[in-house]
């Protein structure tokens, strides 16, 4: 099929799609990153590409080889500074490290005394090593295009005792560190989780 010029009217780079409006109707094609043809940077809103039209397997047309044709207009609006991302007050390391300690403590002292069976141990090992495997993940498909783990899916596993491993992924692979929406909810979560736990070990008591 030939080739058609057409605009791309919206793109999510979080989730690595987008769509494109046809220079001859209105109709909404969506595209993926993968068939971007443009090595090296990213779809922008605004920028004319040129495309193939397809058919996907559920009835509904897409763009496929997709490769800019003509860069987004800029306005004086578009060539201003942009505002800079807000960030998240760092905690340092060995803090966040402490409170790993601190939490592995209470557990231990609540096992002792018999508030907490020895089964307990396995929740926040098995849960740390799954949502380590959940942000490694993540970390690949944002580096290379692909889907992205849910920040949402994420902060229940922290929830549900992964916060340990969420910890020392995000020391080790550098990664969801910056983004304040991100790093409260994280906190937030993780408060709940050992408030919970604590809440539990000292009504038995």
Do not use: C
């Amino acid at each position: 099929m030939d080739e058609q010029l057409g605009k791309v009217i919206e793109w999510q780079d979080d989730r690595g799609f987008g769509f494109i409006q046809p220079r001859e109707s209105a109709e909404r094609l969506f595209f993926h990153v993968h068939e971007y043809r443009q090595d090296g940077r990213r779809p922008e809103v605004g920028e004319w590409v040129k495309y193939r039209k397809q058919r996907a397997a559920d009835g509904r047309s897409q763009a496929i080889s997709v490769r800019r044709a003509a860069s987004p207009a800029r306005t004086p609006a578009a060539r201003a500074p942009r505002k800079p991302t807000a960030h998240a007050p760092a905690i340092p390391a060995f803090v966040q490290w402490l409170l790993i300690v601190l939490y592995a403590a209470l557990l231990a002292w609540a096992i002792n005394a018999r508030r907490l069976p020895l089964e307990f141990v396995g929740v926040p090992l098995l849960m740390s090593a799954i949502t380590w495997v959940a942000y490694a993940l993540d970390k690949h498909a944002a580096q290379s295009g692909r889907w992205r783990t849910q920040e949402s899916a994420l902060h229940v596993l922290e929830l549900l005792g992964g916060w340990p491993g969420a910890i020392a992924a995000q020391q080790w692979l550098r990664h969801k560190t910056r983004k304040a929406g991100y790093r409260i909810a994280f906190w937030s979560v993780t408060a709940l989780h050992v408030a919970a736990v604590a809440g539990w070990v000292f009504w038995r008591g």
